[in-house]
């Protein structure tokens, strides 16, 4: 199993957009549901967005929903998420994880030991 990758982080203002992207190189990329989730300062890290293996679902956190989109593109073992009229308080650090499950998709909640995750890719928004 190989751990994801995240890329697309960084600095930027209130209202701006962002997008990351996740690459899950050396396993069946297309078998799996994917998804972010991010980790504000002195904070526990909380779900963001989800996808299935086709990409025809998504759950989104009710704090990003109609502002961030997720997407994937089997072809390219790569996962995105494009962030718009970005928020101070979406200052985190972003992860990508793959493998999870349906309870973890549907349920929009984050579970120990579910999924191989990446190292994290830093987002902060300027007010």
């Known amino acids: 199993q190989v751990n994801p990758v995240e890329s697309g982080g960084g600095l930027v203002q209130a209202g701006d957009s962002l997008r990351l992207s996740c690459v899950a190189s050396?396993?069946?990329?297309?078998?799996?549901?994917m998804g972010w989730a991010r980790q504000p300062p002195a904070k526990e890290r909380e779900f963001v967005a989800a996808i299935s293996w086709s990409g025809g679902i998504t759950y989104y956190a009710d704090s990003v929903t109609g502002r961030f989109t997720i997407s994937r593109d089997n072809a390219k073992n790569t996962m995105y998420l494009e962030m718009n009229n970005l928020k101070p308080e979406d200052t985190a650090v972003y992860y990508c994880?793959?493998?999870?499950?349906?309870?973890?998709?549907?349920?929009?909640?984050?579970?120990?030991?579910?999924?191989?995750w990446g190292q994290g890719t830093q987002v902060t928004v300027s007010s």
């Open positions: 994880a793959t493998d999870w499950d349906a309870q973890t998709v549907v349920s929009r909640t984050l579970r120990a030991g579910v999924g191989a």
């Open positions: 050396g396993r069946t990329f297309s078998s799996y549901a």
